[in-house]
Structure formats: structure tokens, C-alpha cells
């Protein structure tokens, strides 16, 4: 299972199962571009308008994109990483020794289905046998330790307040849907998609040997339940707000809140450090839990608990579950047509569970010493051009100006992989025994996280493992970080001029900078706390320019009919409009003095912006872009171009754009 990202990190991409055939790609490909179309009417088109119409959608995939191929690539090589690791030899290190059987267990197809569901018995026999509803706690504890994210979160967090210390942190949870809003909205889309999971909740209780009418009701009852938490989770726009989701509270008012659950035994059970205090994300939300607990039977909340712990462990069970896991989640939700071959399955889990290991032997074997020099050269460059925009932007006074000045300066920057590698000798992998492992690498995980509660924070963490194709800003942290895994082609390319490289990585490291002054990272301070540095008057006119953005995002058509909700991605477009605008002032720093010579027929300018068009080729089912619109704060690829672009005189320069064109806004925004 993915961990919980904290509240406030930022990233490029959205953070969902990796999906993802091809060999490496160039930065840059004049080949490619679609010359039908004139770059000042559709530049989306022109830049990927070859490439979209020559990548259609593999069947296992909801989405193929630039990033898709780039996180192919990278796959492959894990595969090659983890065989080689889980051949049985007595030489092999003990990191080999861990990835390696885990992927074996994994990719053990044969193993697993001799099983049947027998692995999970155990689990399931412990919540059947609960004797009474106060004993509730006890399994949520065991299911919060293997993974099983039942009722709520619980994790631990950088405080909003003090970014120096590590606090306890209850959050909203305990849904088998994407979003509250599944279960919520009623237009004929939200209905059906209900209608198919209610269906899918059966089958797997079927698949556990209910009989079909039992399991229609056992389906029903997780509707009920989890419908009564929806109500109580706060909306996605909202959860962007930081203000919205502090409420810092003793562990007694907490208890006042939510009384009918154990909360001092679950502390204790799941090896908290002793809580004094903690953040209630969403107090809204434990008032509803505390009335479900109420109401339900304990008949009832086992059918629940009986639910979530099958679905967490599907994908390691038989093919009878990983199928009907796929046909509402794959098939259903994202419009994939076929699922993933299994050992870029067991990738991807191994990569999620055990990613440092796996990653470490992933950085000796790609990750040179020139990537990680060029990207910093390149940041420095960035932060640069970042402080001159700061300093030059007209709608800002000079007191807030110093106050984001001191801010930029303070951002650390982490490239490529962690200083100090994660040890995972306390974790257990036992050969043949995939589920196990999955439970014990989770459990480890959790531990790992709820032990910080209490003590110094470690700057030196990082949220994503080395192989990833993405990026963050940590509003908390304040720093960016660039995995190994995104420093590659088409964002970063060796062979390939200054001007491609700004469009990619530059750009990319633009937009993670400007995530510290977009409007939920500027409400953080220099030293990561939520701390408002900004007159009245500065604020009032950040809104208004934030406004504007929100408003061109929400006039975009995402999927029919379906709008980009222009709230929900605003600081993602704030960032990819400033990121830009500050990628482009850094080119032109370094090509201070020297001939502007064209390449393939363009300039430099025309490279950063046509490189920053091919990053976001992409072409995706309904399905999933319908998914992405509801939770995923980023705007589709297409937008991401030609939305930002729209609103720069540099780009329309560049391209000799008119007045009156498409890609020539009337009202263009700016705030950075
Ligand atoms: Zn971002």
C-alpha cells in the first residue's frame, strides 16, 4: 500500500498506481510534430499531434503519456534488478535477499493459487470471532498494521504550527471509493459507478464463499457505512486549504469528539509514544465515525472490517480476486482493457513496500554523478531567475517581497536519491509467503512512521523511492526533490542543448519552487510553518490574480462535458505557469552573449517551449480522465500546455503569435 503522503506536499503528477512499452525516447524530436497545425492556434497539437496519433493506449493502461514510457523504462530495469536478486544464492546480500524473495513470492503465480484464500484465513477468522463491539478496536489495530485502512488514518505528521516536531495525526478514511464524492454526487455517471462498486463488494464476498444473496446484503451494509463516512469527509478543495485541516487537540477532546472508540487503547496498541496531543485533520469527520459506531451492529462492522481486509489483500491472492479487482478498479474506474502483466505488478508492489532497497540498487546502476551536477546547476540557475521575478513583479510590496525572498533562499534542494538509506533489516520476507510479506513490509512501514511521534524531525526523508518518474515540493520541509528516476529523458538529456533541457526538467523544477508560492505553499512560512507573511493588501491581490487562473482552468473541458475544476488544480497551475515563465528567464541568463542559433529550424525559446509541449503527450481513456477530474489536482496534459502558455508574451513571441489567435489569451493571468 502507498503511504499517506502528508497534507502538504506537492507533486507534478498525480499519486496513483504507477501505470505504464518503448525504448528511450530523445528529448526532443522535430520528427514528431504535427506541422498541420500552426503552434499559435493549438501548440498542444503541433507539439504532440504526431506522437498522440502514433502511442494509442496499450490495453493494460488508463493513460500514456511521456512520463508512462519514461516509468516503463525504469520498470524494466527493476525487473532486472529483482530477478537477478532473487536467484537463491548464498552470496547474495541481505537487501538482494529481501527484494528478491519478495518479488519471487510475488511473481510465485502457481504458489498463490494452490493457496486459495487460505493465507487469509487467519485474518479473517479474527474479525469473525470479535466478541463484542468495545473489542472493535483491537482489530482495527491488527488492520491498521497490515495495511488495512478500516474507519480512519492514523499516522504521524509534521506539525502545521511548529515544523521542528513530529505529532500524532487522525485523519478521515475508511472508503473503498476514490473520493467522498462517489458517494455523494447523484447525476446518472456517480449512480452507475455505485451501482458497479456495490456489485463488485459482493462478488468478492461471494468469492469468500457467501452465498449470492448474503453477499448482495453484506455489499449493501458496506454501502451504509461507508456512505455515513463520506458525509463526513471533507471535500478535496477544501483539504487543499492547510487552515482546514489543523485542528490540533488534546487526545481528551479528541475522546470527546469520538467517544465510543478506544482511543487510549489504540494509541497503545498501535505503539504510539505517549500522546498528549495530536491534529484531528477533520473533527467533522470522527463526529459521523463516532455516530456510525453507534448505530451499527457489530454483525455489521465485521461485514465491513470482512471488506476492507480482502480488498487490501486481492492483488496477492488468486486470480479469481486479482480478476474482479481489476474489472471494477482497472476496468470500471480507469477504462484499462486488460490487466497489467503480473511482473510489472510485482514491480510496482516491490517498489511501493521495500522502495529504498529496491532503489538503491537502482541508483549504482543508472544514477551517474553528471545528472546530479547538471541538476543542480540547473536549480541554481532557477532559484535565480525565481528571485529576479519576485523582485520585478509589480503587485507585490516590498515588505512581503523580503519576506518571499527569505523563503526562496531557505529551500533546500534533494536530487536524485536519500543521503542515508532506509534500513530494512526489521523486515521479514519469507519466501513463498507474498501476503505475509506484503502485511509484515506494511506493518514495518506504519511502525516506522508512528515512531517518529514526539522526536526531532529527519530533514534527510524523502516520500517517493529513487525510481520514480515525478517530483514534490514539501510546503513543511520547504525543500524540492527530484528522484533519480525523472532525471532521465525527455525531462533531462545529456546529449541534448540548454534550451530542451529548461523546457523539461527546468521547467519542472520551476514549477516545483513556485509550489512554495502558490496558494496553499505561500500560506507556510521560510521555516515551514503556517504562518501568514503577507499584508492584507499583498494577500487580496494574490487572490485576485488566483482567481483568474482558477476561472481560465475551469472554462477547459476535461472529458464530456465533465470540466477541470479550476479550484482543485489551482496551485498546480499556478506552478506550472510560474515554472515556466521562470525556465524561460533562466535560458535566457545562460545564453547571455551567445548567438541565439537554431536547431532543426528552432530558435532556443521555441525548444524550451516545444519541449515542455512533448512532456505532456498523453492520451487517456474517458474513464480515467472522469476519475483524474474528481480527484486528481492537476489539469490534463493539454491544458497544463496550453493554458500557461496562452497566458505568456514570451511564448507568443517566440512563435510570432497575433493578437486575436488562440494561443494569444485577451485577459491573460499572471501571478509569478
Ligand atoms: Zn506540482
Known amino acids: 500500500m502507498v503511504r499517506l503522503i502528508p497534507l502538504v506536499v506537492l507533486v507534478l503528477l498525480p499519486v496513483l498506481p504507477a501505470q505504464t512499452n518503448s525504448a528511450s525516447s530523445p528529448g526532443f524530436d522535430a520528427s514528431s510534430l504535427d506541422t498541420s497545425v500552426e503552434p499559435c492556434v493549438d501548440f498542444y497539437q503541433f507539439a504532440c499531434g504526431t506522437w498522440i496519433a502514433k502511442n494509442p493506449i496499450p490495453p493494460d493502461q488508463p493513460v500514456w503519456g511521456r512520463f508512462e514510457e519514461l516509468a516503463e523504462r525504469n520498470r524494466t530495469t527493476l525487473r532486472d534488478i529483482l530477478e537477478q536478486s532473487s536467484a537463491e544464492d548464498p552470496k547474495r546480500s541481505a537487501i538482494e535477499q529481501k527484494i528478491g524473495d519478495y518479488y519471487a513470492s510475488c511473481m510465485d503465480e502457481k504458489g498463490i493459487e494452490a493457496k486459495g484464500a487460505a493465507p487469509l484465513r487467519p485474518e479473517l477468522d479474527r474479525i469473525a470471532r470479535l466478541p463484542s463491539k468495545a473489542a472493535l478496536v483491537d482489530e482495527v489495530i491488527r488492520l491498521h498494521d497490515i495495511g488495512v485502512h478500516a474507519l480512519f488514518r492514523f499516522d504521524s505528521a509534521q506539525d502545521f504550527k511548529d515544523s521542528t516536531q513530529v ?37 468478492m464476498f461471494e468469492l469468500l464463499g ?41 487526545r481528551q477532546q479528541l475522546v470527546a469528539i469520538a467517544p465510543s472508540f478506544a482511543w487510549p487503547k489504540y494509541f497503545q496498541g498501535i505503539g504510539a509514544p505517549p500522546i498528549q496531543s495530536l491534529n484531528v485533520a477533520v473533527p467533522e469527520f470522527f463526529k459521523e465515525l463516532d455516530a456510525a459506531l453507534k448505530k451499527t451492529t457489530l454483525d455489521d462492522w465485521k461485514t465491513y472490517l470482512t471488506w476492507h481486509l480482502v480488498h487490501a489483500a486481492s492483488r496477492l491472492l488468486p486470480s479469481t480476486f486479482v480478476n474482479e479487482n481489476f474489472e471494477f478498479y482497472g476496468r470500471t474506474l480507469t477504462g484499462a482493457q486488460e490487466l497489467r502483466p503480473r511482473w510489472k505488478r510485482c514491480v510496482d508492489f516491490a517498489d511501493s513496500e521495500l522502495g529504498e532497497a529496491v532503489g538503491r540498487k537502482y541508483v549504482d546502476r543508472t544514477f551517474g554523478v553528471e545528472g546530479k551536477q547538471r541538476t543542480l546547476k540547473m536549480v541554481e540557475a532557477l532559484e535565480k531567475a525565481l528571485g529576479r521575478d519576485i523582485q520585478e513583479i509589480p503587485w507585490m510590496t516590498p515588505a512581503t517581497k523580503q519576506q518571499a525572498l527569505e523563503k526562496l533562499r531557505a529551500i533546500t534542494n534533494k536530487i536524485g536519491y536519500p543521503d542515508k538509506w532506509r534500513d530494512y533489516s526489521a523486515v521479514k520476507i519469507v519466501r513463498g509467503d507474498a501476503l505475509g510479506n506484503h502485511m509484515r513490509a506494511t506493518e514495518f512501514e506504519l511502525h516506522r512512521q508512528i515512531v517518529k511521534i514526539g522526536k526531532p524531525l529527519d530533514r534527510t526523508e524523502w516520500y517517493m523511492s529513487p525510481p520514480t518518474v515525478n517530483a514534490y515540493y514539501d510546503a513543511q520541509m520547504n525543500n524540492i526533490n527530484f528522484p533519480a528516476g525523472i532525471l532521465q529523458s525527455p525531462f533531462f538529456d545529456k546529449s541534448m542543448d540548454d534550451a530542451v533541457n529548461f523546457g523539461g526538467i527546468g521547467a519542472v523544477i520551476g514549477h516545483e519552487l513556485t509550489h512554495g508560492f502558490d496558494d496553499q505553499g505561500r500560506q507556510f ?82 525548444r524550451l517551449f516545444l519541449n515542455w509541449g512533448r512532456v505532456w503527450c498523453q492520451n487517456r481513456t474517458d474513464e480515467y480522465a472522469r476519475l483524474l477530474t474528481t480527484v486528481d489536482p492537476h489539469a490534463p496534459g493539454k491544458y497544463r500546455v496550453n493554458g500557461a502558455l496562452s497566458n505568456m508574451p514570451e511564448f507568443q513571441k517566440a512563435f510570432s503569435c497575433k493578437p486575436g489567435q488562440p494561443m494569444v489569451r485577451q485577459d491573460p493571468c499572471r501571478v509569478w
Not at 176 to 200: F, I, M, N, W
Not at 222 to 242: C, F, M, N, W, Y
Not at 544 to 568: E, T
Not at 574 to 592: C, E, K, M, S, W
Request: proline content about 4%; charged content about 30%.
Open 167 to 203: 505529532i500524532a495525526e487522525a485523519d478521515q478514511g475508511g472508503l473503498g471509493l476514490p473520493d467522498r464524492d462517489y458517494y455523494l454526487k447523484d447525476d446518472p455517471k456517480s449512480v452507475e459507478t455505485r451501482k458497479k462498486y456495490q456489485a463488485h463488494v459482493a462478488k
Open 210 to 250: 457467501a452465498a449470492p444473496e448474503k453477499a448482495a446484503s453484506q455489499a449493501a451494509i458496506v454501502i451504509e457505512i461507508e456512505t455515513a463516512l463520506a458525509k463526513g469527509s471533507l471535500d478535496r478543495v477544501s483539504r487543499r486549504d492547510p487552515v482546514k485541516v489543523y485542528h490540533k487537540m488534546s
Open 525 to 606: 512560512d521560510a521555516k515551514g510553518n503556517l504562518q501568514d507573511w503577507w499584508t492584507a493588501e499583498d494577500a487580496k491581490e494574490f487572490q485576485k490574480r488566483a482567481g483568474c487562473v482558477a476561472d481560465q482552468y475551469s472554462s477547459y473541458i476535461a472529458v464530456d462535458g465533465m470540466k477541470v475544476n479550476g479550484k482543485l488544480t489551482l496551485g498546480e497551475n499556478v506552478a506550472d505557469n510560474g515554472g515556466l515563465r521562470i525556465a524561460h528567464l533562466a535560458l535566457l541568463d545562460t545564453l547571455a552573449g551567445k548567438p541565439p542559433s537554431k536547431i532543426d529550424g528552432f530558435t532556443p525559446e521555441q
